[in-house]
C-alpha cells in the first residue's frame, strides 16, 4: 500500500505545470482532457519527481471555496516535503531559477532545511543529508 497522489489546487495548469516540471524538475506523467462531476471540461494533469511513486495531481480551482484554498491548503504550515540528494546544488539552482524561499538554508538534526513556496503559495520543505 502506498500514497499514489496527493492534490494540489492551483489557479490554473499551465504555470503549475510549468513550475513542477521546468522549474523543480518534475516528470508530466499524465496530461488530459477530463470532465467535471457535472459536465464540464477540466485536465487531469499528474506531476512526480523522477523515479517517485507518489505524484501531485494540480487541480485547477473550480468555485470559491477551492479558488480561497488555493496556497493556503494546510493553514500556512509546511505541508509538503521534497527531499533531494545534493542539497545545496539544488537549493542554488533553484534560487537562480526565481522560485521564492522563505527560509534560508539551515541545518537541523535531520539534515539541511530551507523553506519555499510553490506556485501556488504553498510552503514546501527542501531537505538534503546534514
Known amino acids: 500500500?502506498?500514497?499514489?497522489?496527493?492534490?494540489i489546487v492551483?489557479?490554473?495548469?499551465?504555470?503549475?505545470?510549468?513550475?513542477f516540471v521546468q522549474l523543480l524538475g518534475f516528470d508530466l506523467v499524465e496530461n488530459n482532457?477530463?470532465?467535471t462531476n457535472d459536465g464540464r471540461p477540466k485536465r487531469w494533469?499528474?506531476?512526480r519527481p523522477p523515479g517517485a511513486n507518489?505524484?501531485?495531481?494540480?487541480?485547477?480551482a473550480d468555485g470559491d471555496q477551492q479558488r480561497a484554498a488555493v496556497g493556503c491548503q494546510t493553514a500556512g504550515r509546511v505541508g509538503f516535503f521534497l527531499r533531494v540528494d545534493d542539497f545545496i546544488a539544488t537549493y542554488e539552482r533553484l534560487s537562480a531559477a526565481g522560485?521564492?524561499?522563505v527560509r534560508g538554508?539551515?541545518?537541523e538534526d535531520y539534515g539541511a532545511v530551507a523553506v519555499f513556496r510553490d506556485v501556488a503559495g504553498n510552503q514546501w520543505d527542501l531537505?538534503?543529508?546534514?
Open 1 to 7: 500500500m502506498h500514497v499514489s497522489l496527493v492534490t
Open 33 to 35: 482532457p477530463s470532465l
Open 54 to 60: 507518489t505524484g501531485l495531481l494540480l487541480a485547477r
Open 99 to 101: 522560485v521564492e524561499f
Open 105 to 107: 538554508p539551515v541545518t
Open 10 to 19: 492551483v489557479e490554473e495548469y499551465e504555470p503549475a505545470i510549468e513550475f
Open 45 to 47: 494533469v499528474v506531476v
Open 127 to 130: 531537505i538534503g543529508p546534514a
